[in-house]
């Protein structure tokens, strides 16, 4: 119990950080369910680039959150690389949800948590405005229940923003740049 307070609070704290970060990226309107299947907005598995889906045989659909933040680049040999995903997540109904940040990982506000290792990606379909849609292996914390705890998948679709500047860039410049995207959270069956 005093695990799950502390994870909690830490959550929370980090959600309070970066909302700071974010600052109004927060306002979106979030458009997705927040528990199992996929709704209004949110890009049906079997219409994903096959690349990305999961199969669904083995699989069940957890959790469809809105991610509303930031992608973080740093300017590296003359080019933006990615540092960091900063955003938090919402249900459909535009609550509070959880976090996403660098890892990747993402922390429920029940105390679970999953970190990734990132598998496939598709180009997004307009790949000159929107960060790429990805699939990621998901690996959640033993020690947690929750939404997040038996997470194999996630895929990040339907995405807005979030491409670095073009071109040239000067050394020990970081930017910001506004996203959103539906991350769909698969368990095994």
């Known amino acids: 119990m005093k695990h799950r307070v502390f994870a909690a609070l830490v959550v929370a704290a980090a959600v309070t950080v970066s909302t700071l ?3 109004g990226a927060g306002a979106a ?3 997705v369910t927040a528990n199992s299947g996929q709704g209004p907005g949110v890009t049906p598995n079997a219409k994903l680039p096959e690349a990305i889906q999961v199969l669904e045989a083995n699989n069940k659909i957890v959790a469809t959150l809105r991610g509303v933040g930031k992608q973080v680049y740093d300017c590296d040999g003359g080019t933006f690389k990615l540092r960091e995903p900063v955003a ?8 509070p949800a959880g976090i996403h940040g660098k890892g990747p990982f993402w922390a429920n506000f029940d105390g679970s948590h999953v970190d990734g290792t990132p598998d496939q990606s598709a180009p997004s379909p307009d790949q000159t405005k929107n960060v790429p849609w990805l699939r990621v292996i998901g690996k959640s914390t033993p020690i ?5 705890g038996n997470v ?3 895929q990040r679709i339907d995405t807005r923003g979030g491409v670095a500047p073009a071109g040239p860039c000067t050394a ?4 910001s740049v506004d996203y959103t995207a539906n991350y769909v959270f698969w368990a095994s069956k």
């Open 29 to 31: 309107t979030p458009d």
């Open 21 to 23: 970060i974010v600052s």
């Open 144 to 148: 947690t229940s929750g939404v997040f």
């Open 172 to 175: 020990k410049k970081t930017v």
């Open 152 to 154: 194999t998948f996630i």
């Open 88 to 95: 938090e997540l919402f249900t459909s109904r535009g609550a």
